[in-house]
Protein backbone atom coordinates (compact mmCIF):
# COMPACT_ATOMS: atom_id res chain seq x y z
CA UNK A 1 0.00 0.00 0.00
CA UNK A 2 0.96 3.60 0.24
CA UNK A 3 3.72 4.95 2.68
CA UNK A 4 5.09 7.71 3.74
CA UNK A 5 8.71 7.22 5.33
CA UNK A 6 9.95 9.53 7.90
CA UNK A 7 13.78 10.07 8.67
CA UNK A 8 14.98 10.20 12.18
CA UNK A 9 13.26 9.21 14.56
CA UNK A 10 14.81 11.21 16.41
CA UNK A 11 16.77 14.69 16.19
CA UNK A 12 19.03 16.46 18.87
CA UNK A 13 20.32 20.01 18.15
CA UNK A 14 22.06 22.29 20.34
CA UNK A 15 19.71 25.82 20.15
CA UNK A 16 20.43 27.89 17.77
CA UNK A 17 21.62 25.55 14.52
CA UNK A 18 19.58 24.11 12.20
CA UNK A 19 17.40 21.21 11.92
CA UNK A 20 15.86 18.95 9.24
CA UNK A 21 13.76 16.24 8.82
CA UNK A 22 13.20 14.12 5.65
CA UNK A 23 10.45 12.12 4.10
CA UNK A 24 9.78 10.27 1.10
CA UNK A 25 5.81 9.37 -0.41
CA UNK A 26 5.33 6.66 -2.50
CA UNK A 27 2.34 7.42 -4.27
CA UNK A 28 2.62 10.03 -7.39
CA UNK A 29 -0.98 11.32 -7.18
CA UNK A 30 -0.27 13.38 -3.97
CA UNK A 31 -0.62 16.61 -3.95
CA UNK A 32 -0.73 17.99 -0.57
CA UNK A 33 1.88 17.79 1.59
CA UNK A 34 1.38 19.08 5.47
CA UNK A 35 3.95 19.37 8.11
CA UNK A 36 2.46 18.97 11.86
CA UNK A 37 4.33 19.73 15.37
CA UNK A 38 2.68 18.14 18.33
CA UNK A 39 3.17 18.61 21.69
CA UNK A 40 3.20 16.37 24.74
CA UNK A 41 -0.38 15.68 25.02
CA UNK A 42 -2.25 17.62 22.18
CA UNK A 43 -3.65 16.72 19.22
CA UNK A 44 -1.29 17.78 15.97
CA UNK A 45 -0.79 21.22 14.95
CA UNK A 46 -0.39 22.84 11.56
CA UNK A 47 2.83 24.29 11.32
CA UNK A 48 3.43 24.98 7.38
CA UNK A 49 2.58 23.44 3.98
CA UNK A 50 3.38 22.83 0.27
CA UNK A 51 1.30 21.99 -2.83
CA UNK A 52 2.93 19.93 -5.51
CA UNK A 53 2.62 22.87 -7.71
CA UNK A 54 5.03 24.53 -5.74
CA UNK A 55 8.63 23.76 -5.22
CA UNK A 56 9.63 25.46 -1.83
CA UNK A 57 7.75 27.77 0.81
CA UNK A 58 8.72 29.42 3.63
CA UNK A 59 7.47 30.99 7.11
CA UNK A 60 9.42 32.95 8.66
CA UNK A 61 12.37 30.11 10.59
CA UNK A 62 10.59 27.27 9.15
CA UNK A 63 10.96 26.39 5.69
CA UNK A 64 9.74 23.32 3.27
CA UNK A 65 10.88 22.11 0.15
CA UNK A 66 9.21 19.41 -2.27
CA UNK A 67 10.99 17.44 -5.05
CA UNK A 68 8.10 15.78 -6.93
CA UNK A 69 10.76 13.65 -9.03
CA UNK A 70 11.97 11.90 -6.50
CA UNK A 71 9.03 12.28 -4.39
CA UNK A 72 10.17 13.38 -1.19
CA UNK A 73 9.69 16.36 0.67
CA UNK A 74 11.81 18.11 3.64
CA UNK A 75 11.56 20.92 6.47
CA UNK A 76 14.01 22.89 7.66
CA UNK A 77 14.13 24.71 11.07
CA UNK A 78 16.72 27.50 11.43
CA UNK A 79 17.85 29.48 14.59
CA UNK A 80 16.07 26.74 16.49
CA UNK A 81 14.75 27.37 20.04
CA UNK A 82 13.40 25.22 23.14
CA UNK A 83 9.88 25.68 21.85
CA UNK A 84 10.62 23.67 19.06
CA UNK A 85 11.15 21.08 21.05
CA UNK A 86 8.14 18.50 20.05
CA UNK A 87 7.24 15.55 17.80
CA UNK A 88 7.16 16.63 14.07
CA UNK A 89 5.02 14.61 11.29
CA UNK A 90 4.97 13.95 7.21
CA UNK A 91 2.11 14.01 5.81
CA UNK A 92 0.98 13.13 2.08
CA UNK A 93 -2.23 13.45 0.50
CA UNK A 94 -4.71 13.25 -2.52
CA UNK A 95 -8.46 13.99 -2.25
CA UNK A 96 -9.69 12.14 1.05
CA UNK A 97 -7.08 10.03 1.74
CA UNK A 98 -4.11 11.24 3.94
CA UNK A 99 -1.14 8.97 5.53
CA UNK A 100 1.01 10.57 7.91
CA UNK A 101 4.79 9.57 8.55
CA UNK A 102 6.05 7.86 11.58
CA UNK A 103 7.53 11.07 13.03
CA UNK A 104 10.77 12.87 14.54
CA UNK A 105 11.32 13.92 18.03
CA UNK A 106 13.33 16.73 17.89
CA UNK A 107 15.15 17.85 21.48
CA UNK A 108 16.54 21.45 21.56
CA UNK A 109 19.67 21.56 23.86
CA UNK A 110 20.36 24.48 25.68
CA UNK B 1 -15.07 28.69 18.70
CA UNK B 2 -14.60 25.67 20.39
CA UNK B 3 -12.91 24.09 17.21
CA UNK B 4 -12.84 20.28 17.52
CA UNK B 5 -14.01 18.63 20.98
CA UNK B 6 -13.28 14.79 22.14
CA UNK B 7 -14.69 12.84 25.06
CA UNK B 8 -14.11 10.94 26.92
CA UNK B 9 -10.17 12.07 27.50
CA UNK B 10 -9.03 8.28 29.07
CA UNK B 11 -11.31 5.74 29.21
CA UNK B 12 -10.18 1.77 30.02
CA UNK B 13 -12.43 -0.91 29.10
CA UNK B 14 -12.57 -4.71 29.33
CA UNK B 15 -11.79 -7.02 26.65
CA UNK B 16 -15.13 -7.84 24.59
CA UNK B 17 -16.34 -4.19 26.09
CA UNK B 18 -18.29 -1.44 23.03
CA UNK B 19 -17.91 2.22 23.64
CA UNK B 20 -18.34 5.14 22.03
CA UNK B 21 -15.96 8.03 21.34
CA UNK B 22 -17.22 11.64 20.97
CA UNK B 23 -16.21 14.04 18.30
CA UNK B 24 -18.01 17.48 17.48
CA UNK B 25 -16.37 20.24 15.61
CA UNK B 26 -18.09 23.94 15.46
CA UNK B 27 -16.25 24.99 12.12
CA UNK B 28 -18.89 23.82 9.95
CA UNK B 29 -16.04 21.75 8.24
CA UNK B 30 -17.30 18.73 5.33
CA UNK B 31 -14.26 16.82 6.17
CA UNK B 32 -14.05 14.66 9.30
CA UNK B 33 -11.60 11.73 10.04
CA UNK B 34 -10.57 9.69 12.98
CA UNK B 35 -7.00 8.35 13.36
CA UNK B 36 -5.03 6.40 16.16
CA UNK B 37 -1.64 6.76 17.47
CA UNK B 38 0.59 4.37 18.46
CA UNK B 39 4.30 4.66 19.43
CA UNK B 40 6.66 4.87 16.31
CA UNK B 41 3.79 4.32 13.98
CA UNK B 42 2.39 8.29 13.59
CA UNK B 43 -1.27 8.84 13.05
CA UNK B 44 -3.17 6.06 11.14
CA UNK B 45 -6.63 7.07 9.57
CA UNK B 46 -9.68 4.79 11.06
CA UNK B 47 -12.23 6.27 8.95
CA UNK B 48 -13.67 9.39 7.35
CA UNK B 49 -16.63 11.80 5.90
CA UNK B 50 -17.06 13.69 3.53
CA UNK B 51 -20.16 15.13 5.01
CA UNK B 52 -23.13 14.06 6.56
CA UNK B 53 -24.27 10.85 5.54
CA UNK B 54 -21.29 9.64 3.66
CA UNK B 55 -18.62 7.99 5.37
CA UNK B 56 -15.82 5.46 4.14
CA UNK B 57 -12.44 3.47 5.19
CA UNK B 58 -8.95 4.65 5.93
CA UNK B 59 -6.18 2.80 6.30
CA UNK B 60 -7.05 0.43 9.56
CA UNK B 61 -10.47 0.61 9.42
CA UNK B 62 -11.71 -3.31 11.19
CA UNK B 63 -12.96 -2.75 15.02
CA UNK B 64 -14.33 0.05 14.35
CA UNK B 65 -17.94 1.71 13.14
CA UNK B 66 -18.59 5.41 12.21
CA UNK B 67 -22.01 7.14 11.46
CA UNK B 68 -22.53 10.88 10.22
CA UNK B 69 -26.07 12.07 10.94
CA UNK B 70 -24.70 15.94 11.25
CA UNK B 71 -22.14 17.91 10.20
CA UNK B 72 -21.08 18.55 13.76
CA UNK B 73 -20.52 15.21 15.26
CA UNK B 74 -18.67 12.25 14.50
CA UNK B 75 -18.74 9.47 16.76
CA UNK B 76 -16.63 6.34 16.61
CA UNK B 77 -17.83 3.30 18.14
CA UNK B 78 -15.71 0.03 18.93
CA UNK B 79 -17.97 -3.02 18.61
CA UNK B 80 -16.38 -5.59 20.81
CA UNK B 81 -12.59 -4.03 22.24
CA UNK B 82 -9.42 -6.02 22.22
CA UNK B 83 -5.85 -5.35 23.72
CA UNK B 84 -5.00 -4.20 19.73
CA UNK B 85 -7.24 -1.56 19.90
CA UNK B 86 -5.30 0.22 22.89
CA UNK B 87 -3.95 3.27 21.53
CA UNK B 88 -4.56 7.58 21.71
CA UNK B 89 -7.54 8.28 19.59
CA UNK B 90 -7.65 11.83 17.11
CA UNK B 91 -10.59 13.45 15.77
CA UNK B 92 -10.09 15.83 12.96
CA UNK B 93 -11.77 18.31 10.51
CA UNK B 94 -11.20 20.27 7.88
CA UNK B 95 -12.85 22.73 5.39
CA UNK B 96 -12.56 20.40 3.12
CA UNK B 97 -11.66 17.11 2.22
CA UNK B 98 -7.70 16.02 3.29
CA UNK B 99 -5.80 18.90 1.37
CA UNK B 100 -6.37 21.39 3.79
CA UNK B 101 -5.01 21.66 7.10
CA UNK B 102 -6.47 19.06 9.73
CA UNK B 103 -7.76 20.65 13.06
CA UNK B 104 -7.53 17.94 15.90
CA UNK B 105 -9.37 17.52 19.41
CA UNK B 106 -7.03 16.50 22.30
CA UNK B 107 -7.31 13.15 22.09
CA UNK B 108 -8.86 9.70 23.98
CA UNK B 109 -6.37 7.98 25.76
CA UNK B 110 -7.90 4.14 25.24
CA UNK B 111 -6.86 1.43 27.40
CA UNK B 112 -8.24 -2.25 26.96
CA UNK B 113 -7.37 -5.02 29.26
Known amino acids: GENVEQHPSTLSVQEGDSAVIKCTYSDSASNYFPWYKQELGKGPQLIID?????GEKKDQRIAVTLNKTAKHFSLHITETQPEDSAVYFC?????????FGSGTRLSIRP | NAGVTQTPKFQVLKTGQSMTLQCAQDMNHEYMSWYRQDPGMGLRLIHYSVGAGITDQGEVPNGYNVSRSTTEDFPLRLLSAAPSQTSVYFC????????????FGPGTRLTVT
Open chain 2, 92 to 103: ASSYGQATYEQY
Open chain 1, 91 to 99: AASRASKII
Open chain 1, 50 to 54: IRSNV
